[in-house]
């Protein structure tokens, strides 16, 4: 069972709802449902992995927030918040 992060800007752990990706705190994890953006920041984030399904955990972010490093497909890659928004998860 996945315990829940600590975090009060998490809202994948305190519902069941969907949210945005880069409002997530550390610790939180969910399941890719859509990736949204134009067609070059889409194609871009497909490709690094973020497709329907997939597991993305927040490790940490950078001392002011931006940007935001996730575990996805077991590797690790950092987000500017910017981008991040682009990923909507649903809790695991």
Do not use: W
Not at 6 to 16: A, F, I, K, L, R
């Amino acid at each position: 069972m996945q315990k829940p992060c600590q975090s009060e800007t998490c809202n994948v752990c305190q519902s069941p709802s969907t949210c945005a990706l880069n409002t997530l705190g550390i610790g939180c994890r969910g399941n890719v449902v859509s990736v949204s953006g134009d067609s070059e920041v889409r194609r871009r984030l497909l490709e690094m992995g973020f497709c329907n399904g997939a597991t993305v955990e927040v490790i940490r972010r950078a001392p002011l927030g931006d940007p935001i490093e996730f575990r996805l497909r077991g590797y690790h890659l950092s987000l500017r918040g910017e981008q991040a928004k682009h990923v909507t998860i649903a809790q695991t």
